[in-house]
C-alpha cells in the first residue's frame, strides 16, 4: 500500500492562494489515479480534483477555474495549486490515491493523514 503524507495547509485570506503537495511513499507510476478530498466537520468528504497516470485532471465543478492539478511520477508527487479562495474552501483537504479511479470513495485504496485550510473572509 502507497503512504501518502500531503504539505502546504495554513490560514489564507479571502482572495489567495496556497499550493497542497502530496508526497506517495513509492513509486505513483503505477498508480493510475491521484487526486484531492476535502471535508468539513460534519458533512461528506468531497471529491475536489482528480489525475491520471497520464496527467488527465478532472475538477468539481465549484473549484474549475481556480484549483489545478499536477503530477510528477518521476518524483512520486501530486499537488493542487490553489487560486481566488474562497471562505467556503475552508476544510481539511486529503491526498488520495487508487488504481483504477477514486471518484468513489469505495475505489480509494490509500489516504494521506489530511492537512488544514483556512480562508478568513
Known amino acids: 500500500q502507497v503512504q501518502l503524507v500531503e504539505s502546504g495547509g495554513g490560514l489564507v485570506q479571502a482572495g489567495g492562494s496556497l499550493r497542497l503537495s502530496c508526497a506517495a511513499s513509492r513509486s505513483s507510476g503505477g498508480i493510475n489515479v491521484m487526486g484531492w478530498y476535502r471535508q468539513v466537520p460534519g458533512k461528506q468528504r468531497e471529491l475536489v480534483a482528480s489525475i491520471t497516470n497520464d496527467g488527465t485532471p478532472n475538477y468539481a465543478s465549484f473549484v474549475k477555474g481556480r484549483f489545478t492539478i499536477s503530477r510528477d511520477n518521476a518524483k512520486n508527487t501530486v499537488s493542487l495549486q490553489m487560486n481566488s479562495l474562497k471562505p467556503e474552501d475552508t476544510a481539511a483537504y486529503y491526498c488520495?490515491?487508487?488504481?483504477?479511479?477514486?471518484?468513489?470513495?469505495?475505489?480509494?485504496?490509500?489516504w494521506g493523514q489530511g492537512t488544514q485550510v483556512t480562508v478568513s473572509s
Open positions: 488520495a490515491a487508487g488504481p483504477w479511479t477514486i471518484a468513489v470513495q469505495t475505489a480509494v485504496r490509500s
